[in-house]
């Protein structure tokens, strides 16, 4: 049994390399973009603190201003593209966006105002943990 080479290299056309960039636009601004987000999402979890205490004064303030300020650490870490706090800080925005996004309705009867605060901060995790997913969000320092 005899094989011949019915495709030589020879007749095949040499295109020049061609390097295809697969990435959309959006994904060499994806970790400036998730950070300006997460800082979106601290600034309001302030003003979300605000509310909560205007409606329930008798909350601790100790725990509500210790949590937003190892939240800020994180975020600063994030910043410094730590992978740990990448991975973290998105899996704090998903869970919180699952936790806390079904309750909306309820805080919406309560007081408008704190759900409209608590919505953006929604928004603005999940889109940080979105930008934070993406391929060039990912850097090697840890």
């Not at 011949?4 to 020879?10: A, C, D, L, V």
């Not at 409209?116 to 930008?131: D, E, M, P, Q, R």
Request: neutral net charge; proline residues 6%.
């Amino acid at each position: 049994m005899t094989t011949t080479n019915t495709y030589s290299n020879e007749a095949a056309p040499q295109s020049t390399s061609r390097s295809f960039d697969l990435h959309a636009p959006w994904t060499q601004q994806a970790l400036s973009t998730a950070i300006a987000c997460l800082g979106v999402a601290y600034v309001l979890s302030w003003a979300e603190m605000g509310l909560a205490l205007m409606v329930g004064p008798d909350e601790p303030l100790a725990p509500l201003v210790a949590s937003r300020i190892l939240v800020g650490g994180l975020y600063a870490c994030v910043a410094m593209r730590f992978q740990w706090a990448r991975w973290t800080a998105i899996a704090l925005g998903v869970a919180s966006v699952a936790i806390v996004g079904p309750m909306l309705a309820a805080e919406w009867r309560v007081l408008p105002t704190a759900a409209v605060v608590t919505g953006a901060v929604l928004v603005a995790k999940l889109a940080a943990s979105i930008f934070l997913l993406s391929p060039n969000a990912a850097h090697e320092k840890d």
